[in-house]
């Protein structure tokens, strides 16, 4: 099957991608966004009651998948909190990539930790890297950890 978007070019990826949400992350909802994107957007609590809850939305990019960046083809952006305000009031954040437009989203894997080929499901491992990541940050902010800490987080 043809067509722009990876998941119209791959239709069975994007089952595979559906079915490991729906095991992995049922809370979380597939949008498209207005470019034609598609993503996934949905609450995490990885600490339970000591912890906040996130508003996560995983980006697929549009030549989904790939592994020529930090992050590889899916970008995982905190909209609550947002992380762009969380930067400036913590002064840094450990593990964070800016898009083109600027805006930080979380650095969830290595390019050789993405796995592009034709099968992988990818938006669940974002996620699992995501939750490690806002565990490691919520204990990093209030303080609990040093910087080490992020040498070894992935």
Known sequence: MSGFYWYQRNPQ???AEKLAMRENFPNFTLEK???????????????????GVWTLMVVY????PHNNTYGGSLR??????????????????PHVL?????????????????????????AAKALGWAAK???IVEEW???DLGDEVFEHTY
């Open 133 to 135: 990541w806002i565990f």
């Open 98 to 122: 800016r898009d083109a437009n600027g805006d930080l989203y979380m650095c969830t894997a290595r390019p050789e930790d993405v796995d592009s080929g034709n099968v992988a499901t990818s």
């Open 13 to 15: 990826l994007f089952e």
């Open 61 to 64: 990019d549009h030549n989904h």
């Open 141 to 143: 902010l209030e303080g």
């Open 33 to 51: 966004l207005d470019d034609g994107r598609i993503c996934w957007v949905g609450d995490l609590n990885p600490r339970g009651s000591s912890g």
């Open 76 to 93: 995982v952006y905190s909209v609550k909190p947002d992380l762009n305000d969380l930067y400036k009031a913590a002064g840094s954040l």
